[in-house]
């Protein structure tokens, strides 16, 4: 039973590039989140998704950062363009909309951003 | 969402049960009480939730006091691997929104 798969594990790039984040979550879950962890801020929810459709990207810290989620099965974090205090973890999680599952949310293993 | 408060850290022997608890005094009728861990480098865990009653799984135990301002999560017998950081989260389970809010947690350490 595949979990929640985010790519890459790791990225280190400069500062100026663009940067993009990968995830597939679980197949059927009806909805797909971003978080961002620092030591600073901790856990942080950056924007998500219902059925393919953003619905709350307030977390989203400014014009850099986009996300998109073309079908039920991929979705996309972009930066650019990076800047250093950018570097964090990048959690992916997905969830059914549907009875008790609702709130049982699967997190992906992260990505490990470094921007230098 | 309700504000939540746990201690920053506690430490039980293997093998013990820990006690983790949480403050949640403002909570509101409709919501429910969530517990998620983090183990060290991997993303975070969903292990309980709970409206009032107490409830019990695989994983741990809930226990949720009468007037729902508090509640303790129960592992019953602690393992090395049990080290984490665990979060107490407060949210209504209906609706659209489906944001969990993170706060600091409860670093559990768990000593040989």
């Known amino acids: 039973d595949a979990g929640v798969i985010q790519s890459p594990r790791h990225e280190v790039t400069e500062m100026g590039q663009e940067v993009t984040l990968r995830c597939k979550p679980i197949?059927?879950?009806?909805?797909l989140f971003w978080y961002r962890q620092t030591m600073m801020r901790g856990l942080e929810l950056l924007i998500y998704f219902n059925n393919n459709v953003p619905i709350d990207d307030s977390g989203m810290p400014e014009d850099r950062f986009s996300a998109k989620m073309p079908n039920a099965s991929f979705s996309t974090l972009k930066i650019q363009p990076s800047e250093p205090r950018d570097s964090a973890v990048y959690f992916c999680?997905?969830?059914?909309?549907?009875?008790?599952?609702?709130?049982?949310?699967?997190f992906g293993d992260g990505t490990r951003l470094s921007i230098l | 969402d309700a504000k939540t408060t746990q201690p920053p850290s506690m430490d039980c022997a293997e093998g013990r049960a820990a006690n983790l608890p949480c403050n949640h005094s403002?909570?509101?009728?409709?919501?429910?009480v969530y517990w998620y861990r983090q183990i060290h480098s991997q993303g975070p865990q969903y292990i309980i939730h709970?409206?009032?009653n107490n409830e019990t799984n695989e994983m741990a135990s809930l226990i949720i006091t009468e007037d729902r301002k508090s509640s303790t999560l129960i592992l019953p017998h602690a393992t090395l691997r049990d080290t984490a950081v665990y979060y107490c989260i407060v949210k209504p389970n209906t609706g659209a929104n489906s944001k969990l809010t993170f706060g600091k947690g409860i670093t559990l350490s768990v000593r040989p």
């Open positions: 197949s059927g879950h009806d909805y």
């Open positions: 403002t909570i509101s009728g409709n919501e429910y």
């Open positions: 999680a997905s969830s059914l909309a549907r009875g008790q599952a609702r709130s049982q949310q699967h």
């Open positions: 709970g409206l009032k």
